[in-house]
């Protein structure tokens, strides 16, 4: 069988490496993209972060970046870059002048469901949606963006059929 290599992934969420274990020269204390620091074990239970999968004698090709992963597969928390998108997200949410507060409400508690795949998470998309067509252009482009970078790909292809 094979066995999981540690990644490195600054605090907002850019993969710094999936292979901090093999080879290490590819660390950074600190991120080249946004400057933040680095981060190797989730910071609630010390878990190292799983990284590339190694199985002894295989080779794997791919084309595709590595992604951070939402949660902790160890304690289940959320990592400190879902948590920072999620914080950003309800900050945009109050400054949406087009909704009452009680859709501001409602935003906010559906995007905690957007960022996993839960049976409440239908049910904030469709609440989502609703919002989103208060809203205006620039708003709704904001939001969009930070969507993309924080929901479940079911999320987001129910959203905006990306």
């Not at 791919?62 to 950003?88: D, M, Q, V």
């Given at each position: 069988m094979g066995q999981y290599d540690i990644a490195q992934i600054c605090l907002n969420g850019h993969v710094i490496?999936?292979?901090?274990?093999?080879?290490?020269?590819?660390?950074?204390?600190?991120?080249?993209?946004?400057?933040?620091?680095?981060i190797t074990k989730c910071e609630k239970c010390k878990t190292p972060i799983r990284g590339h999968y190694h199985v002894e004698g295989v080779i794997a090709i791919s084309g595709r970046a590595p992604t951070a992963p939402s949660f902790c597969h160890e304690c289940g928390n959320a990592y400190p870059w879902i948590e920072r998108k999620l914080e950003a997200a309800w900050?945009?949410?109050?400054?949406?002048?087009?909704l009452?507060?009680?859709?501001?409400?409602?935003?906010?508690q559906?995007?905690?469901?957007?960022?996993?795949?839960?049976?409440?998470?239908?049910?904030?998309?469709?609440?989502?949606?609703?919002?989103?067509?208060?809203?205006?252009?620039?708003?709704?482009?904001?939001l969009k963006s930070i969507l993309l970078d924080l929901a479940t790909e079911a999320v987001k292809k129910s959203l905006f059929g990306v």
């Amino acid at each position: 069988m094979g066995q999981y290599d540690i990644a490195q992934i600054c605090l907002n969420g850019h993969v710094i490496t999936n292979r901090a274990q093999r080879a290490p020269e590819f660390t950074q204390i600190f991120c080249d993209e946004c400057g933040e620091s680095t981060i190797t074990k989730c910071e609630k239970c010390k878990t190292p972060i799983r990284g590339h999968y190694h199985v002894e004698g295989v080779i794997a090709i791919s084309g595709r970046a590595p992604t951070a992963p939402s949660f902790c597969h160890e304690c289940g928390n959320a990592y400190p870059w879902i948590e920072r998108k999620l914080e950003a997200a309800w900050e945009l949410a109050e400054e949406l002048e087009e909704l009452s507060d009680e859709e501001k409400e409602k935003l906010k508690q559906s995007l905690n469901e957007l960022v996993r795949d839960t049976p409440k998470t239908e049910v904030a998309v469709t609440r989502v949606k609703k919002i989103l067509s208060k809203v205006g252009k620039e708003s709704f482009a904001t939001l969009k963006s930070i969507l993309l970078d924080l929901a479940t790909e079911a999320v987001k292809k129910s959203l905006f059929g990306v």
